[in-house]
Structures are given as structure tokens and as C-alpha cells.
């Protein structure tokens, strides 16, 4: 019997938390929670709810980036995981063929019928890899589109169609890429005319800034491809498995349908990571095109027990629950709600998004007096308004918020599908109550982005 104990060892050494981080990872991240006042200390979490060591509650309208999509320790979940490790599955073998994995595309695929078959890796990020490899493979073409201002991960690969300069600098050469803008049809054709691009990578709704594409765009965009023999490969490692509303946000537009889709994050039910790539079947046929190459493209955890096991878990409870109509509904109405005070707050520009994937928009106000703040924070540093509200949310209401991207005026919320009127209720009263401050024209709220822009100019 081993001597491990892992409620000991958290009881023994958990309180040193943030300085294990310091020390042994990314020391970036504790230095910037320290400023923003995000170094909270949470105990437990529960479905929408985190709770400090004072029984405090904190409502997630971040849900771990889309992972959280059940929301936090979901009992069905943990059954099904206590379920699959006391099977004791021979599990990983590598040459035979498991049920799970087989089930779960099974069930993923019914809610894409035009799709045929399923790689699982790990992550997101694997997903997109996997897309890019099978486009190229298939199509015989080197270059794959892709929107500005898009994400679709940070590995080489998938960096490569990643829209955002920061994230890409000092990491080339990439693969040959090319951006256009979300919505352009014209540039995508001029691209396709070239004759050597392999597919065009899209989210639906792009996580920075929460933009959907146009309406009509993606099945125009369709039609190019498929004109110019290239693929359409959708994104929905954040969007898909109903957080928008549909089962996949490429689904509120008739007529399209993808060659590859890409989903990851609420598929782990919050536990086990998994990434899956959806496909047709002539795509998969000819990358495994024999049986010298039925290894050509694998992932050593792909397919696992645990991971397969969590993913037909949260299928089953997103139809028992119905939590796809759910976040059309509640999505509805949060939009509506926030939506009401753009004629309240000159600062609140914009409230968009579908489903639970809102966005919240603020710009420059006409007042003089908020005005000079406002050009104050943009001079420092676009995106500090942002921040500051951000901040009291946490601080003062105790809501978990994301600003959606660097540089940006814009809050994304991104909360679990199953939050309902009364957490809609307490966002919207505090998100008021955050706004009321800063049209006050003093106050804790402004003290705070003074302390922002100086932390931004030292870092200049």
C-alpha cells in the first residue's frame, strides 16, 4: 500500500498555492491576479458557484473558458467517471477496439448527420491540428484560411491560423496561412482563386469580441469552398454542444454544412480533457487510406475510458435537461435584460452574442467629464474600462467575469448552461450597479483604473 494521501497532502500544503505557482510554473499568472485583486482563495465549486473559505458565494459567468458547460461537478458526471474507473476497463491497449469511443461518436455524429466519423484527441487545440492535417491531406493543398482576429489554439498548427498578433509573435515561421476578414466573401474568393488552398477555418461566433459571422456568410462561404475544391472546417470548440443555442452554432444557418468540425471543452464535462474532429467519410478514407497508415495520425490518451465516459455523460444530460432550448431561452433573456440599459449608460456601447455567448460592448461616452477619464484609460492602455469593470464584479458582487480579448471595450460572458433567471437576476443587478458607479464621476471604480494606468505605463 502506497503512503499517499491527497486530502492530507492538500490539508498539509494547499495554503501555498500561489507562491508552488510563483516558484515552479508560469509566474506571470499570481503577479497578475495580485494586480487585478484575482488572487481569491475558492474551496469548493458547485455547479454556477465557487465558495471561498468564509462560505461566500461566487456566481461563474466564465465556466473555465466554455469548459464548465454543466457547470461544476455535475453528479451524472461523477457517476459516470466513478462508474469507468470501478469497471477497470482494459483500457488504452492499442490493439483492440473499446465500446465507449464508438458510442460517443455514435451520438456526437446524430447531431451532425452529414458527418461520418470521429477522431478524439485531447484538447481543442488537437482538434483544429487534426482538421488541418486531414484538409491538407485530403485536398492535396498546402494553405488553409483563416479570420482575423480568430482563435483556434496555441500549438504550431493551429497557431498558424490563430488571428491574433499577440499570440503569434515570436513564434515563426508558421505554416503559410492566410487571414481575411470575418464576413468577406470577396477576399476569401480572391484566396481560393490561387488554387492552392487546402480549407477555410471558421468559428461561427468568435470568441474574441463574441462576433458572429453575417448572416448568409458561412453558407456563401460554403459554396466558394466547394466551388474551388476546399473545405469548410467550423470551429466549435467554444460555440458547439448548445451554448449558443443550437447544438453547433453553425446550425442557426440553413444549408450549411461543414467537412470537419472541431469540438473540445464542455464535451470533458469539466473533468477529463477530449477533443474530438468530426468528418465526412471520404475525408477519414483517404488520410487511413490503408493499413500502413492506420496509425498515421493518433493521439497516445485519445479515446480513453474516462474521457468517452465524461463525453456521453454530458450528451445525456444536455438532452435529458434540455439544456440546449435552456440557453436560447436565458441567453434571450440576459441580452434583453442588459440590452434595456444601453440608453442608461453612455458608456455601454453594445450587447450582443447568442445563447449564453453575450457579449458587452462599451465605447466612448459624449459627457465631458467621463469623457477625459475614458481618453485617460485609452491612452494608457485600450481595454482598461473593460478591466475596471471586471474587477467590482469580482471584488464587490462576487461574479467571475473575462474581458473577451486584449486591447478590447468588450466583457464576454460565457457562464454554464444551466444558470436560469435568478443568476440572471443577480449579474444584471450588480453589472447596474458597476455602471451606476462609473457614471458617477468618482468613486472606488475610477481610484482603481488610475492604479491601471500606472501599472500599464511601468510595463511599457
Known amino acids: 500500500m502506497t503512503g499517499f494521501d491527497l486530502t492530507e497532502l492538500l490539508a498539509e500544503r494547499g495554503s501555498e498555492r500561489y507562491a508552488l505557482h510563483t516558484r515552479h510554473l508560469n509566474h506571470q499568472l499570481p503577479r497578475m491576479l495580485h494586480t487585478i485583486g484575482f488572487d481569491k482563495v475558492y474551496e469548493r465549486a458547485e455547479g454556477a458557484y465557487f465558495w471561498d473559505a468564509d462560505g461566500q458565494d461566487y456566481l461563474d459567468m466564465l465556466a473555465g473558458f466554455g469548459v464548465m458547460g454543466l457547470g461544476r461537478h455535475h453528479p451524472v458526471v461523477r457517476k459516470a467517471l466513478h462508474d469507468v474507473l470501478d469497471a477497470q476497463l482494459a483500457d488504452l491497449t492499442r490493439f483492440d477496439c473499446q465500446p465507449l469511443p464508438g458510442l460517443l461518436a455514435e451520438k456526437l455524429l446524430a447531431h451532425a448527420p452529414h458527418l461520418d466519423r470521429v477522431f478524439f484527441g485531447n484538447s481543442g487545440t488537437e482538434a483544429v491540428e487534426t482538421a488541418l492535417k486531414f484538409a491538407r491531406y485530403a485536398t492535396g493543398r498546402p494553405r488553409v484560411l483563416y479570420c482575423t482576429h480568430a482563435f483556434h489554439g496555441l500549438t504550431t498548427g493551429s497557431l498558424s491560423v490563430n488571428g491574433e498578433d499577440g499570440f503569434r509573435d515570436g513564434f515563426a515561421p508558421l505554416l503559410p496561412d492566410t487571414a481575411v476578414e470575418l464576413g468577406d466573401l470577396a477576399a476569401l474568393e480572391r484566396e481560393l482563386k490561387r488554387g492552392d ?73 469539466g473533468y477529463v480533457p477530449v477533443g474530438a474532429t468530426l468528418g465526412k467519410d471520404w475525408i477519414f478514407k483517404k488520410v487511413y487510406s490503408s493499413m500502413d497508415r492506420v496509425l498515421v495520425h493518433s493521439a497516445s490518451f485519445g479515446a480513453n475510458a474516462q474521457a468517452m465516459a465524461a463525453g456521453l455523460a454530458v450528451l445525456s444530460v444536455l438532452e435529458d435537461e434540455q439544456l440546449v432550448a435552456g440557453a436560447r431561452r436565458t441567453g434571450d433573456l440576459l441580452r434583453s435584460r442588459l440590452a434595456e440599459l444601453i440608453p442608461r449608460y453612455e458608456l455601454l456601447h453594445e450587447v450582443r452574442g447568442r445563447g449564453l455567448m453575450i457579449g458587452i460592448e462599451f465605447g466612448r461616452p459624449k459627457s465631458l467629464g467621463l469623457r477625459s477619464r475614458w481618453t485617460m484609460l485609452q491612452t494608457a492602455r485600450k481595454g482598461l474600462f473593460a478591466q475596471m469593470v471586471v474587477v467590482p464584479l469580482l471584488q464587490r458582487h462576487r461574479i467571475l467575469t473575462q474581458v473577451s480579448g486584449d486591447h478590447l471595450e468588450v466583457i464576454k460572458l460565457i457562464p454554464p448552461l444551466i444558470i436560469g433567471e435568478r443568476e440572471v437576476d443577480r449579474f444584471v443587478e450588480a453589472f447596474t450597479a458597476v455602471m451606476d458607479d462609473a457614471h458617477g464621476g468618482g468613486g472606488l471604480m475610477w481610484d482603481f483604473g488610475r492604479t491601471l494606468v500606472k501599472q500599464a505605463v511601468a510595463n511599457r
Open 197 to 269: 488552398v487546402a480549407g477555410f477555418v471558421v468559428e461561427p461566433i468568435q470568441g474574441k469580441g463574441v462576433h458572429a459571422a453575417p448572416p448568409g456568410f458561412l453558407r456563401a462561404a460554403q459554396e466558394l469552398l466547394h466551388r474551388h475544391k476546399a473545405l469548410l472546417i467550423a470551429d466549435e470548440v467554444q460555440t458547439g454542444l448548445g451554448r449558443t443555442g443550437d447544438f453547433f452554432a453553425y446550425q442557426h444557418e440553413d444549408g450549411v454544412a461543414p467537412d470537419l468540425v472541431c469540438v473540445a471543452k464542455a464535451l470533458s464535462g
